[in-house]
């Protein structure tokens, strides 16, 4: 067993995240309906016109979770908080819903990864380029943090991304280090990110 949850022990102890599992109904149905929607948009029939609608559902149905008790704070068992996962699912308005009721957190889960490794990795554009314009999440700090666990040890959202979308979403790629590239030079902070060394910023 503490084989098995090698990871979840790593990050308590390096201070990662707090372990705070949905504890009660009002915490799983406000994960069921993030699952759901993850579930309707990857529906074949599923439309991109859809999402939008889909996304308000889900948005009703986290505030209906939260005013029952839900914590917008309240981690998966693999200690993802909502706006992590709204992240990966490029959510935006889901985003929006949870920085409304302090959803909107640095924290990691138990990997290591926070809000922006996780919009980085499935190359979720508008999510990525939403929360960098979220000065209430330090983005800049957030730049710097390097993952611990299995998947990408040691990277940083924009290496992560950097990966990820070229080895598993080649059709964001370009996108995603665009985006990273307009931030990063836009801030000035290009000499202070961690291991980003290969930034093409002449051709911006």
């Not at 948009?41 to 609608?53: A, G, M």
């Not at 996304?55 to 008790?69: D, E, H, K, L």
């Not at 920085?99 to 990795?121: E, F, I």
């Not at 710097?144 to 940083?156: A, M, N």
Request: glycine fraction near 6%.
């Amino acid at each position: 067993a503490i084989i098995e949850n090698r990871e979840t022990i790593l990050g308590v102890l390096l201070g990662l995240n707090t372990i705070e599992h949905p504890s009660g109904p009002s915490d799983a149905r406000l994960w069921k309906a993030l699952k759901y929607y993850s579930s309707q948009r990857r529906q074949k029939d599923t439309k991109p016109s859809d999402l939008k609608e889909l996304q308000r559902r889900c948005c009703v149905s986290i505030r209906s979770a939260i005013v029952n008790g839900a914590s917008p704070l309240a981690r998966d068992s693999q200690g993802k908080l909502p706006c992590h996962f709204a992240a990966h699912e490029n959510a935006v308005q889901i985003l929006i819903a949870l920085q409304k009721v302090d959803g909107l957190n640095p924290s990691c889960d138990t990997n290591g990864h926070n809000v922006l490794h996780h919009a980085a990795r499935t190359g979720a554009t508008g999510a990525l380029k939403w929360l960098l314009t979220q000065d209430s999440l330090s983005p800049a700090a957030m730049l710097r943090k390097q993952s611990c666990g299995s998947y990408g040890p040691g990277l940083t959202p924009y290496l992560l991304g950097k990966a990820s979308t070229r080895d598993h979403y080649p059709e964001r790629h370009e996108r995603t280090m665009e985006i990273f590239g307009e931030y990063l030079v836009s801030w000035e902070i290009i000499e202070h990110v961690l291991l980003i060394d290969d930034l093409d910023l002449n051709s911006r």
